[in-house]
């Protein structure tokens, strides 16, 4: 090889390599090579955006790049999460998947993303329960009392909601169709004053999250009847699931979970999986989430999709019993 062959050889082979670097194997086997920002379809400051910081720090330690978290709230958090089913799926852009996604479809319409064909499941971080709580003047002091209450009185009893379709409105509207009691729904733009109505006594009943609840009954201002898990919460273990009070196979929770744009490759989502696993087996954190009345999940993408789909199934049908129009 004479000179002018190897100042042309040299420079290649640099392409070659430049180019492999960018090729999509590459970029999987060294996932990741630059920081992964996470969508938090939601305001700072609330239960998917603190769930979502909890996480980060050591996902972020196992990744070796700096996770960075990105509030897009709008839309009941179908604006983040059409920019992560628009995303690239390359791994770089998540959303934290919050419960009332397998809601969506029952209630809306048209959404901008196909819920199991758009997103690719990782992990869910959490679930959370919900508390069914009343005003202390409430004469019935157990779910068997409340429901033998109701049975009596047809159509007379109100219960508050922070919002038609969401997550603790479809809890109650379960609780009543496994039950066959008849109440009237009174939605609120938000939990906020329903549970300062609630304990105001404008209205008797509601289904809430487990910390706004348990500070309320704490105070005294609200009773607690029974969490809405299908085992008894760390953070109120005094109080009996609704299941256990004979309302069997009730189950109604809350979770956070992440989630990747369709396509990203089956190495990258294992290595998530991974990063999610591993900040959810520190002790720290199992505490901190533990404290607030949420239970640590980290089950596999299989097992995740395998909730998100009996998560649509179970809300159509508790849709179609209520009789809830889409909008």
């Keep these: 090889m004479d000179a002018a062959q190897r100042r042309y050889f040299v420079p290649g082979l640099l392409g070659l390599y430049l180019l492999g670097m960018t090729t999509p194997g590459f970029a999987q086997q060294n996932y990741p090579v630059r920081p992964v920002k996470i969508i938090v379809p ?7 955006d603190s769930t979502t910081r909890l996480v980060v720090p050591k996902l972020d330690e196992f990744l070796g790049q700096r996770v960075l978290v990105d509030n897009r709230a709008g839309a009941a958090s179908m604006i983040g999460s059409e920019m992560v089913a628009r995303a ?4 770089y852009t998540l959303l934290t998947a919050i419960s009332t996604i397998t809601i969506q479809p029952s209630m809306q319409k048209s959404l901008p993303y196909d819920v199991l064909k758009d997103f690719a499941p990782i992990s869910q971080f959490v679930i959370l329960p919900n508390i069914l709580v009343g ?67 404008y209205v008797p009943l509601m289904i ?13 201002r609200l009773h607690a009847y029974g969490v809405t898990s299908a085992r008894r919460s760390a953070a109120a273990p005094e109080v009996p699931t609704i299941a256990e009070q004979g ?18 490759p089956r190495d990258v989502i294992a290595k998530l ?11 720290a954190v199992r505490a901190r989430f533990r404290a607030s009345g949420a239970e ?26 209520a009789g ?4």
């Design 42 to 48: 939601s305001a700072a400051g609330g239960g998917t």
């Design 135 to 201: 005003h202390p003047s409430l004469k019935p002091k157990t779910v068997k009392e409340l429901i033998a209450f109701a049975k009596t009185r047809p159509g007379q009893l109100e219960f508050a909601s922070a919002g038609t379709g969401s997550n603790l409105h479809l809890c109650m509207e379960m609780f009543l169709a496994m039950t066959g009691l008849k109440m009237v729904h009174i939605p609120y733009k938000g939990s906020g004053q329903a549970i300062a109505d609630l304990a105001a006594g």
């Design 247 to 264: 309302v069997a196979g009730y189950e109604a929770v809350q979770w956070y979970g992440l989630v990747a744009p369709a396509g990203t």
């Design 324 to 327: 809830l129009t889409p909008k």
């Design 208 to 220: 809430t999250n487990m910390i706004t609840g348990t500070r309320q009954v704490g105070a005294g």
């Design 88 to 91: 690239a799926p390359d791994g």
């Design 296 to 321: 640590p999940i980290g089950n596999t993408p299989e097992e995740f999709a395998a909730v998100l789909r009996a998560d649509m199934a179970k809300w159509a049908k508790v849709v179609k019993a």
């Design 273 to 283: 999986h991974k990063g999610v696993s591993f900040a959810l087996q520190d002790a």
